[in-house]
């Protein structure tokens, strides 16, 4: 009798990891589940949700008759990604751990540990597919559900990582997941989807932060000096952000609300401007760093592409280019809106997620020149 492959499915305890097992059991697969500790420092803390998300993948495992493996990678974590998280933050960048979570832990210390296992495919809940091309290549797809897409924080992604990941989401949408479970009694069946960075749970990001970064206050500005109200650290604050800047009525003020539009270091102030559409909100060009390709090889310079700056944003028609720096240079058609140092930009082809890199620096290219923007920078 032929031995059924082995897959590995990483277990949340939510719907979407159950349902991949699910799907996965039914096509004839040898289906074991894992569950990830990734977060070790909030085990008091009744907000932490990892206890409660592990007692929900060992129901699911136990009504889908499958063993569940526990895996402990909270060391890992702290040195490949939240190390990052903190060093990011304190340079005033606004970075996005889940993109290194799934190239540094989901899909490398997981696929590793799933191995020793005897594991010859690792499976996840996320929303993409990929694609073997006849010369054996792998392409990182879109997720059908254009609403629930999660390509954006996979774009890191290499060959080796992709060749033995399957998505068994890929070509469906929430609602067919939703019935898939309630079809099959799953216990997270009707669960809530989970958001936010998953080491802070439901806490405010601020009061998260204060236990790693000591906080500076400063003051908030305008862009002509005008100083408008105080700021608790830039740490707290992102581009484009409306809530929690405590400015009131403003005698000179034009009763519009405030919006971030640029945190300066060097003297470390806040700089606000009324208007959700105001013109310092907007960027048309920027620069990236740390690019990653998922082919493993960069595509032509000049080309154009769409992009997004953030995950759910619609695609962005832009031209892509190297820079002597060792930048690669975005020109966006339109200008786009509360451009994020720290953030990823990814690139696509059509349906194709071709990679990306994390955001470094801003402008619109008409008034600024290139060469007083960039600093050099690895590829």
């Given amino acids: 009798m032929k031995r059924k492959t082995r897959v590995i499915v990483g277990l949340s305890g939510g719907v979407d990891s159950s349902v991949a097992a699910l799907l996965l059991l039914e096509q004839g697969y040898d289906v074991q589940g894992m569950f990830m500790k990734n977060w070790e420092q909030d085990d008091t803390d009744t907000q932490c949700a990892a206890a409660a998300d592990l007692d929900d993948a060992r129901l699911v495992c136990d009504q889908l008759e499958i063993p569940l ?26 970075p996005n751990p889940d993109v290194l979570c799934n190239s540094e832990i989901k899909f490398r210390a997981f696929l590793d540990h799933a191995r020793t296992l005897g594991a010859e495919l690792i499976a996840t809940g996320h929303y993409a597919r990929r694609s073997t091309l006849p010369n054996g290549r792998v392409q990182l797809l879109r997720g059908v559900d254009i609403q629930k897409d999660q390509s954006y924080f996979l774009h890191g992604l290499s060959q080796e990582q992709l060749l033995p990941v399957c998505f068994p989401l890929g070509a469906m949408k929430k609602p067919e997941v939703r019935k898939r479970a309630q079809a099959a009694g799953l216990h997270t069946a009707d669960r809530k989807d989970s958001t936010g960075i998953c080491f802070i749970g439901e806490r405010r990001f601020s009061e ?18 005008t100083q408008v109200g105080v700021h608790q650290g830039l740490m707290f604050y992102t581009l484009g952000q409306r809530q929690g800047l405590g400015i009131g009525g ?11 539009a640029d945190k300066r270091m060097q ?8 208007g959700g559409n105001h013109p310092l909100l907007y960027r048309d060009s920027l620069s990236a760093r740390n690019l990653h390709w998922v082919s493993d090889a960069a595509p032509p310079s000049g080309l154009r592409l769409t992009a997004k700056i953030r995950y759910r944003q619609s695609d962005q028609s832009c031209r892509i280019r190297r820079h002597e720096a060792g930048s690669w240079l975005v020109e966006f058609d339109q200008a786009q809106r509360a451009v994020t140092p720290g953030q990823s ?21 008409e008034v600024e020149p290139i060469a007083a923007r960039l600093e050099p920078a690895d590829a």
Avoid: M
């Avoid at 003297?267 to 009324?274: E, G």
């Avoid at 997620?353 to 290219?365: E, P």
């Fill in 69 to 94: 493996h526990k895996v402990n990678f909270s060391d890992r974590y702290w040195d490949r990604v939240f190390s990052h998280f903190l060093s990011e933050i304190r340079a005033g960048r606004t």
């Fill in 208 to 225: 998260f932060l204060q236990g790693y970064v000591t906080a500076q206050p400063g003051p908030i500005v305008t862009p002509s000096g």
């Fill in 250 to 260: 403003q005698a000179d003020g034009d009763g519009r609300p405030w919006f971030v």
């Fill in 267 to 274: 003297d470390n102030s806040l700089i606000a401007v009324q």
């Fill in 345 to 365: 930009v990814v690139f696509y082809d059509g349906e194709v997620c071709l990679g990306g890199g994390v955001i470094d620096t801003a402008w619109n290219r």
